[in-house]
């Protein structure tokens, strides 16, 4: 069974990634994520299929760190 807060915790960093991006409408958000995502996984040679549910730690770890990256441009 899969972990039910994923939801929470991937929507939550969404939410905190669109704030710092405010300019951007929420479908420009989630291409531009998915295209980002989708490049990472092709430099690290990884099969990328985001309806694959195993998937979800790994771009919750990929959103982790693209948040971090906006944070630090922040200071």
């Known amino acids: 069974m899969r972990d039910g807060e994923r939801i929470n ?3 939550g960093l ?5 704030e710092r991006q ?3 409408s929420f479908l ?3 291409e531009t994520l998915k295209s980002e995502y989708n490049s990472q996984q092709t430099i690290l040679n990884k ?3 985001l309806n694959d549910l195993n998937n979800d730690e790994e771009f919750e770890k990929f959103l982790r760190e693209h948040l971090n990256i906006l944070m630090k441009k922040e200071n």
């Open 22 to 24: 405010h300019d951007k």
């Open 14 to 18: 969404i939410t905190q990634i669109w």
């Open 47 to 49: 099969e990328t299929d």
């Open 28 to 30: 420009q958000l989630i």
């Open 9 to 11: 915790r991937i929507a």
